[in-house]
């Protein structure tokens, strides 16, 4: 393992998910700091309107057009806060990255050893964090990507993988000598499982999802034996 994911990771100190101007200064589309309130607003509202509709229709079956009629703005309005809808997948990316990292570090709180009802907790948070960043990964698999930000998505993805994998792996009984494996296989399972239910709407309940998912983690640590029969 190279030193490129041996990180120590950071969290947003409980910034609200919602509003990306909670985290670092925002700016217009020409890199211009925005001064006021209702500027603020409206970039806002252009990301969560993009959120929605990138979930729903997906990068390619988004118009700027139909950015701007969900949050009422023209078209004008919106190339003052985005270059373009690449632009707005970048940011949104941003957000989603410094959210993921809060979720993972989640697991330096949780007991050792955790118990089933304590994995459930971590499953529905991270369901949290897909309920609103789930748009950007589903945009960034289906949008047109250049070598830059194809190297920063896998940079990025890799990192997250490697933290979550080191801390599961850190609970396992005989744990594995490829934590980014763990990590990236775990995070399939939780993203495909929030698809499945929250954008195809499979009839499954969320709450039978949550609890499968969470005996799926607490047997990759080697703790199967301790699963209750009832929570």
Known sequence: MTDEYDERHETTGGADTHDVSTRSVVTDANGSELIGERAIRTRNAILEASRALFLERGFAGTRINNITDACGISRAGFYTYFKDKHDVVTVLGKSAYSDILAVIGEWDDIPHPCSLRDVQRWVQNYFAFLDINGAFI???????????????????????????????????????????A?????????????????????????SDMIRAISESIMRSLNNSAELPQHT
């Open 138 to 180: 589903s945009a960034a698999r289906s949008a047109p990507i250049d070598d830059e930000f194809r190297t920063s998505s896998r940079r990025m993805m890799m990192r997250v993988a490697f933290l979550l994998g080191t801390s599961l792996r850190s609970r396992q009984i005989d744990p594995t000598e490829a934590p980014e």
């Open 182 to 206: 763990l990590g990236l296989a775990t995070l399939a399972i939780l993203d495909n499982s929030w698809s499945y239910l929250k954008v195809q709407q499979l009839p499954v309940d969320e």
